[in-house]
């Protein structure tokens, strides 16, 4: 559904039987601003039915939508399903490693976000992978 290069990799199939498993969503890089792209994502998966975590390391943000924000993945207190990322690439290999700690089932990494060694860490702890893709556009197709 998505229209992009690397996520082209992944089949609809796969993308959508990953997001019907999935109830948890830790939204790494999350903004408490409504005009930015990971509050609008946010959003719509509270709307869609999601238990959504709100991850974001700067202290003077601790409430995004009325939801608890965590410092960092190993923060949050409860079971993380899936783990969606907002970050620039170049950071998606520690998300990773932080990830596979956590015990996440999926890394799913944004439009224009992927990074070839922060798969193979998320798939050697054993975990499902996506890239260059958006949970709000497959969703809504």
């Not at 498993?21 to 601003?33: N, P, Q, R, T």
């Amino acid at each position: 559904m998505t229209n992009t290069s690397f996520g082209d990799k992944y089949s609809d199939h796969f993308v959508q039987e990953i997001l019907k498993s999935v109830s948890s969503i830790a939204l790494v890089g999350a903004s408490a601003d409504p005009s930015k792209p990971s509050n609008k994502v946010l959003q719509f998966l509270i709307g869609a039915g999601y238990d959504v975590i709100p991850v974001n390391p700067r202290p003077d943000v601790t409430e995004i939508c009325g939801l608890k924000v965590y410092p960092s993945l190993e923060s949050i207190d409860r079971t993380v399903d899936m783990v969606d990322v907002f970050r620039p690439s170049g950071e998606l290999a520690d998300i990773a490693r932080e990830a596979t700690e956590i015990g996440a089932k999926v890394l799913w990494a944004q439009l224009g976000i992927h990074d070839d060694e922060a798969e193979r860490i998320a798939e050697q702890g054993g975990m499902k992978v996506v890239m260059d893709r958006c949970p709000k556009i497959e969703l809504a197709g």
